[in-house]
């Protein structure tokens, strides 16, 4: 990503303003139609995307000649003449739009030949531009769906279709509400755009330092400290930033380093943040985009799905949580020395308190009066920047000046990194979901789905597990959700399931993707920051996020987990599963106590998911088996081949680590600089 700067850095820093100001706006007062919203924000992306994402990022960084380097490739501060003939090309589809878009919906049907070739070049501008910010995964997917579109005539009826030809599919990409100024467009420039503001100014606002310093307060308490407060810092800092591979970019740079200097091995520590920070986009109340998606999909209120994720989401960093605690107990890792906690006077900071508690809560507090997630996050954001200017310091001139900076640098990074990447993708994906309905694709799956469910309504989700994590591989979570929910939703509802219950089983798949082999982006991430075998890394985060891939089925199969039933059975859900989850753990990586025996690593599991069944029949035999596997682990001594327990560590010698509040600092000034949505 270029750095650019003098005249071109000026041209970037309008543009900016006038989108930032258009986001704001529209968010505190109403948005426009589709298609004039879609395009304004669109026709900013096109604008940007070019100037500083370059065609090939090695390119830059060599020594080419002066003249390959004005015309094809630019340089780290400026565009090439190519950069600036595809800003004017991609721009000029959606800016026509803009100019234009009330007698195009008006008169549906009735185009010129020029329309159609002002599509083509948003096409393929709008592939290119997704290249330079995601790479090639999301236009290889789309060149396929295209191709399907093409030739669905020559395939067998089975999974053909009639076919398409050039102009219809342009007439539908372009001219219409169901092409690129459909759902996905429309929602990331009405909704989406103004929380990836919101994020960024919280941080910049001392939001993020004071979720470190409870996690430091709560975390270093236990067993395994530190791996605890990457836990809980991520956890309170993915809320916010909503994507896995942006949140182990940014705090992984600080909770990984800080995790090895504890004691940590290197895999143990990159595979605690990789699982730590895909459960960011479950967490209430800011999930991720793929949440506000979900909403439009369902036509269902936020809030209802915020509701829904609370348990399971608690229950995922349960998850983890037991697992670093018995990794740590494995190990020899203790809890945090005193020296390392922060003390109760710099908890309870009064202006911190306000910067954090009034717009969270001003947030949330809007959100369950129902009105639109936008106005909520709008006006969070006012309240943000208006405590943080004036309460946030001293209020001489040249303070408030120092803090406006902030602010402002703040939103420049949000929207030139995070907003410029998920507008142009979201646009991208957007002709997947077109395509999938004009060929009738998502029927045909829908159709396989439910004659697999034939033999067996399980074998039939574990079809539609594969089929996410396998579309989440080198996607963003937020275009997996959507090509599998518009793919595999139909089919699911079709068996006779919830939307909702439905809807997030797929989302949770699509995150799950980010840890899974082979093509596992969040880890990968992790195994830069923290070195050591990928491989190992990635096996661990999955035995770690086991809740991922066990949770999701309690969706369909217990909906209580939901907040749908009783108040009595959502807390036995609540509790079984939370303390199911933390007997498997122990099993799965070998240490309660002390080092468990093969047999009550054995009875740890079993128990833990009978406990976690839907019966109360389960939960007694459940709980049976883990208090045999309980009173042999306290007082059962070691029994050759049967109860043989491998030998306890040697405990870490943390009395000699210093706590450098310059990591923080470092931490809190990248969160606004990455991001990956």
């Not at 089929?467 to 959700?481: F, N, P, W």
């Not at 883990?626 to 049967?642: E, K, T």
Request: hydrophobic share 55%; proline share 5%; glycine share 10%.
């Amino acid at each position: 990503m270029r750095n650019l700067t003098g005249v071109w850095k000026w041209i970037l820093v309008g543009i900016t303003a006038c989108a930032i100001g258009f986001i704001l706006f529209t968010s505190l007062t109403r948005p426009y139609h589709p298609a004039l919203q879609g395009s304004i924000i669109l026709s900013y992306g096109m604008l940007v995307v070019f100037l500083i994402f370059p065609l090939s990022k090695r390119a830059i960084s060599k020594q080419d000649s002066v003249l390959m380097r004005r015309l094809v490739f630019g340089t780290e501060s400026s565009p090439s003449m190519i950069d600036i003939m595809f800003t004017i090309l991609g721009s000029a589809p959606s800016i026509f739009i803009i100019l234009y878009w009330e007698p195009i919906v008006s008169n549906p049907l009735t185009y010129e030949t020029y329309h159609l070739i002002l599509g083509a070049m948003l096409f393929f501008m709008l592939i290119e531009a997704t290249r330079r910010t995601l790479g090639l995964i999301v236009p290889i997917v789309v060149a396929l769906f295209v191709l399907y579109a093409f030739l669905g005539h020559l395939l067998p009826a089975s999974i053909g279709h009639g076919g398409y030809v050039l102009e219809e599919l342009l007439y539908i990409f372009y001219l219409t509400t169901e092409g690129v100024w459909g759902l996905l467009t429309d929602l990331t420039s009405r909704l989406i755009a103004i929380f990836i503001l919101l994020g960024p100014i919280l941080f910049a606002c001392g939001v993020g330092n004071t979720f470190i310093k409870w996690a430091r307060f709560t975390g270093g308490r236990i067993r395994g400290g530190a791996g605890q407060i990457s836990l809980l810092s991520s956890a309170g800092l993915g809320m916010l930033s909503g994507s896995s591979v942006a949140n182990v970019a940014t705090t992984g740079t600080f909770t990984i380093p800080t995790m090895k200097k504890l004691g940590y091995h290197a895999e143990i520590a990159g595979a605690t943040e990789a699982s730590a920070s895909s459960g960011g986009q479950i967490m209430p109340p800011i999930m991720g985009a793929g949440a506000f998606v979900m909403a439009e999909l369902l036509g269902i209120k936020y809030t209802t799905i915020m509701l829904a994720a609370i348990i399971p989401a608690l229950c995922y960093f349960v998850g983890i949580g037991s697992g670093v605690y018995a990794l740590a107990g494995k190990y020899g890792l203790s809890k945090l020395p005193g020296h390392l906690i922060p003390k109760w006077g710099e908890l309870l900071n009064l202006r911190e308190i306000i910067n954090t508690i009034i717009p969270i809560g001003i947030l949330v507090y809007l959100l369950t009066l129902y009105l639109p997630p936008q106005t909520c996050a709008g006006w969070s954001l006012i309240s943000a920047l208006f405590i943080f200017l004036f309460l946030g310091g001293s209020l001489k001139p040249a303070e408030i000046l120092k803090r406006i900076i902030i602010t402002l640098k703040a939103f420049f990074n949000a929207a030139n990194r995070a907003l410029v990447m998920l507008i142009v993708m979201m646009s991208c994906v957007q002709v997947i979901v077109s395509l999938i309905n004009a060929t009738g694709l998502g029927v045909k799956i829908s159709e396989f789905i439910v004659n697999l469910a034939g033999a067996s309504a399980f074998l039939a989700l574990i079809a539609v597990m594969i089929v996410a994590i396998i579309l989440g591989m080198g996607m963003s979570t937020t275009a997996a959700y959507v090509i599998a929910a518009s793919a595999l939703g139909p089919a699911m509802i079709t068996l006779g399931l919830m939307p909702l219950p439905s809807h997030l089983f797929i989302f949770y798949f699509a995150i799950a993707a980010g840890i899974t082999p082979p093509v596992c982006v969040a880890v990968f991430t992790a195994r830069a920051i923290s070195g050591g075998s990928w491989m190992k890394i990635a096996v661990l985060s999955m035995g770690l996020s086991l809740g991922g891939y066990i949770i999701p089925y309690y969706f369909i199969y217990q909906p209580a987990i939901l907040m749908q039933g009783s108040p009595w059975v959502i807390l036995r859900v609540f509790i079984t599963v939370a303390v199911g989850m933390f007997f498997i753990e122990a099993g799965v990586f070998g240490y309660f106590t002390r080092p468990a025996s093969w047999l009550e690593r054995i009875l740890f599991i079993v128990g833990g998911l009978l406990l976690m069944g839907t019966r109360l029949s389960t939960d007694i035999i459940g709980v049976s088996l883990m208090a045999i596997a309980v009173v042999s682990h306290l007082a059962m001594p070691d029994i050759p081949f049967i109860g043989k327990r491998p030998v306890p560590p040697k405990k870490v010698d943390l009395s000699e680590i210093h706590w450098d509040d310059e990591d923080t600092e470092r931490l809190l000034t990248r969160v606004d600089a990455e991001a990956d949505l």
